[in-house]
């Protein structure tokens, strides 16, 4: 059986997802953004900013099977208004590339040399897949904790409330 229904439809829960945490964050200033709550990465928007990084790194090591250079740490939008196009674009390629996938696609065979295991592994493109969208849940589990405590409605996480689902 293929992934790619699954990363179809893992794909349009994350847009959802980061949709509604854009439009209730737009409500929010700049300042709470970037208040350190004592969060994982300090901030909503750090946090933020560390998923799109980790999906960067992902996706692009997904389509050309390298590792491109990685700092978990780094910051790569200086600003929400970035952070939010940066977000957007990205979420729409997600989409494109799991719905434009062959039908093996997602089966194919990407080794990484592992040096603690003194071995080479072998995980399916899907796996990283699924670890993106694994990560992603993780991380605004952290800031919809945040936005809880501040009082403020996310919205419903469920997805089978998901209105870009065709089912």
Not at 61 to 83: H, L, W
Not at 92 to 105: L, N
Request: aromatic fraction near 12%; charged fraction near 25%.
């Amino acid at each position: 059986m293929s992934y790619k229904p699954t990363a179809c439809e893992m794909a349009r829960y994350n847009k959802w997802q980061n949709e509604n945490l854009l439009q209730v964050c737009d409500a929010l200033s700049p300042e709470v953004l970037e208040e350190d709550r004592g969060i994982f990465f300090r901030s909503i928007l750090a946090t933020f900013d560390h998923i799109l990084n980790v999906d960067q790194v992902l996706l692009q090591m997904t389509k050309s099977g390298e590792i491109p250079p990685f700092d978990p740490n780094k910051r790569t939008n200086a600003t929400y208004e970035a952070f939010k196009t940066a977000r957007v674009e990205l979420d729409d390629e997600i989409t494109r590339v799991c719905e434009g996938a062959g039908p093996t696609w997602f089966e194919d065979d990407l080794p990484r040399e592992s040096a603690e295991l003194g071995r080479t592994r072998h995980f399916p493109r899907w796996f990283y897949i699924a670890q993106m969208f694994n990560h992603q849940t993780h991380h605004r589990s952290q800031i919809t904790s945040e936005l809880h405590r501040m009082g403020v409605d996310y919205g419903n996480t469920d997805m089978p409330f998901n209105p870009l689902t065709p089912y």
